[in-house]
C-alpha cells in the first residue's frame, strides 16, 4: 500500500489562458509507490497540469507541493526531484544524443555514475547505433527515448510523462512500462498522462479521469467500473459516462445507422 508523504499534493488548481481555461479546480494527490494515470480527452488539461507540477508553468490559483516543494517558489528543488517528459520531446536538433547527455548531466551537476546508467538505459533502449547521430535526424520514437533517458539520469523520485507511449513501438512501450513499474517499487512515482484507455487500464494503480479541467472521477480500475452502475463494465464504458458522452455517442450511431447508403455491399 502506498504510505508516506505525497509526492503530489495540489489542491483547487486553476489555470487560465486569457478568457481560455484549461485547468479550473484540478484536485491531485499521489503518494509513492503510486502509478497515477491522468486519462482524460483532448484539451481536458492533461499537458497543462503536467507543466504546471513541473514547474514549466506557473498556476493562475491554487496550491501545489511536488515532492514537498512549490514549483513556483522552489523550481530548482523541483526540478531535482522530478523527470519529466514533454509530449512532443523538444531537443537540441544539432546535438547527438551522447552530446545532449552529456549536458544535460552537466547542468544537473550529475557525477560519473551517471554515465553507467545512461549507457544502461540506451543498451535496453537499443539505441546504441544513433548516439552519434544529430538528433535532428531521428526518428520520433528514438527521440522520445532521448527524454525518457533524460528524465531518469538524475534518478528523480517523481516522474512526469506527457502521453509517454507516442511514437513507441510494442517493445519499447514495454519495456517503458517495465521501467515505470520498476522505479514504483523503489517507492518512486509517477504520473502519466493518455488518452487511451487501455494503457492506463494496463499501468495504473489509480486513474483520474480528467474533463473540463478537473478530475470527474478517480479510484483504482476496479472503484471506476463500480462507479458506471453496470456490472462488467469496462473503463470505456466510465469514461464515456463521467466524461458525459454516453448521449453524444448514441446520438452519433443513430446519425451513422440512419446515413445507411454507403457501408460496404
Ligand atoms: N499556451 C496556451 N495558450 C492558450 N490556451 C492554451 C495553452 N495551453 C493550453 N491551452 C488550452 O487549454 C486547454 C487544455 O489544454 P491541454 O492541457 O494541452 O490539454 P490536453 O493535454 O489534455 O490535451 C485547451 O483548451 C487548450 O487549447
Ligand atoms: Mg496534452
Do not use: W
Not at 33 to 41: M, R, S
Not at 170 to 188: M, Q
Amino acid at each position: 500500500m502506498p504510505s508516506g508523504q505525497p509526492l503530489v499534493d495540489a489542491s483547487d488548481i486553476v489555470k487560465s489562458y486569457g478568457t481560455v481555461s484549461a485547468l479550473s479546480g484540478l484536485e491531485l494527490k499521489v503518494m509513492p509507490g503510486e502509478v497515477y494515470g491522468l486519462l482524460g480527452p483532448n484539451g481536458a488539461g492533461k499537458t497543462t497540469a503536467l507543466r504546471i507540477l513541473s514547474g514549466l508553468e506557473t498556476p493562475t490559483s491554487g496550491s501545489v507541493r511536488v515532492v514537498g516543494y512549490d514549483p513556483v517558489s522552489q523550481r530548482i528543488e523541483v526540478k531535482r526531484r522530478t523527470g519529466y517528459v514533454a509530449e512532443s520531446a523538444v531537443l537540441y536538433e544539432s546535438l547527438t544524443p551522447r552530446e545532449y547527455f552529456e549536458f544535460v548531466a552537466s547542468t544537473r551537476e550529475l557525477d560519473d555514475r551517471v554515465k553507467e546508467r545512461v549507457s544502461r538505459l540506451a543498451s535496453v533502449f537499443e539505441i546504441g547505433a544513433s548516439l552519434d547521430i544529430p538528433v535532428g535526424a531521428l526518428s520520433l520514437g528514438t527521440k522520445q527515448k532521448i527524454s525518457v533517458i533524460a528524465a531518469l539520469m538524475h534518478e528523480p523520485p517523481l516522474l512526469l510523462l506527457d502521453e509517454p507511449l507516442n511514437g513507441l513501438d510494442a517493445k519499447s512501450s514495454r519495456i517503458l512500462k517495465e521501467l515505470v513499474l520498476l522505479h514504483t517499487e523503489r517507492r518512486g512515482a509517477v504520473i502519466f498522462s493518455t488518452h487511451v484507455m487501455e494503457v492506463a487500464e494496463g499501468m495504473c494503480t489509480k486513474i483520474g479521469i480528467i474533463d473540463g479541467g478537473r478530475i470527474v472521477a478517480e479510484g483504482t480500475m476496479e472503484e471506476l467500473r463500480d462507479l458506471s452502475g453496470r456490472k462488467g463494465s469496462s473503463l470505456e464504458d466510465v469514461f464515456l459516462k463521467v466524461t458525459n458522452e454516453e448521449g453524444f455517442i448514441a446520438e452519433a450511431v443513430a446519425k451513422l445507422r440512419e446515413g445507411g447508403t454507403n457501408g460496404p455491399g
